[in-house]
């Protein structure tokens, strides 16, 4: 038996959730992963729900704590703020990829935990994104565009390597888990923040002097 029971409790359930889905993953299957006694997931989680609303928890919780360190540096431009909020988000997922993947499978399902998760979590994130893009549209830095439909942009940039991984791996040759696969498209999404986002010294507004 591991030291860390809960730990690998988590560890194997999402593993298992990842290969044979959360209807097709028994306690018992979770249990033999984990190597651990059946009733330690009771213990822990009360029941396969349970463990299911912790992993929810265990992302988003880390998930939005990487948000707000981007966050955290509005003052410094909305720009580098955006920026350091994809860069932050980007990383998180590619170090936790089963999780990542997992997470946002059971996100496009409709049940009640996700809609708890859309009225909490989702709301915070959306906050974050808007607070940033409204500032840099303020600044000058940023278009005056559709702040929702770029949050619909930003969420689909960040999520599409992670839902669809295998025609990432399969047909673009991809791997999402390896460290450079998060520099590099770190880098292709700020060129996008930069292109589509941000306003081109040409597009600033000139402003005119008396003397």
């Known amino acids: 038996m591991r030291k860390n029971s809960k730990a690998a409790i988590m560890d194997a359930a999402i593993f298992l959730f990842n290969t ?21 997931i009771s213990y822990y989680f009360q029941n396969k729900n349970g463990l299911l609303e912790n992993c929810f928890t265990a992302f988003f919780e880390s998930y939005l704590e990487e948000l707000e360190k981007g966050f955290s540096l509005l003052d410094c ?3 580098i703020c955006l920026k350091a909020m ?3 988000v980007l990383r998180f997922q590619c170090e936790n990829i089963q999780l990542t993947r997992f997470i946002l499978r ?3 399902i409709d049940s009640q935990v996700v809609r708890e998760i859309m009225s ?13 893009l409204e500032r840099g549209m303020e600044t000058g830095e940023f278009r005056n565009l559709s702040v929702q439909y770029i949050i619909l942009q930003l969420k689909s940039l960040l999520s599409m390597p992670f839902l669809n991984t295998h025609y990432v791996t399969e047909v673009l040759h991809i791997l999402p888990h390896e460290q450079y696969f998060a520099a590099k ?3 292709e999404m700020s060129q996008w923040i930069k292109g589509t986002i941000c306003l081109d010294l040409q597009e ?3 402003v005119l002097i008396n003397i």
């Open 185 to 187: 498209y770190s880098k």
């Open 86 to 88: 994809v860069d932050n």
């Open 77 to 79: 431009g909305a720009e």
């Open 204 to 206: 600033q507004p000139k």
């Open 20 to 40: 044979k889905g959360f209807n097709g993953t028994s306690v018992r299957d979770i249990a033999a992963k984990a190597e651990v006694n059946s009733a330690n």
């Open 120 to 132: 909490t979590y989702h709301v915070k994130e959306r906050y974050y994104f808007k607070k940033v």
């Open 106 to 108: 059971e996100m496009t």
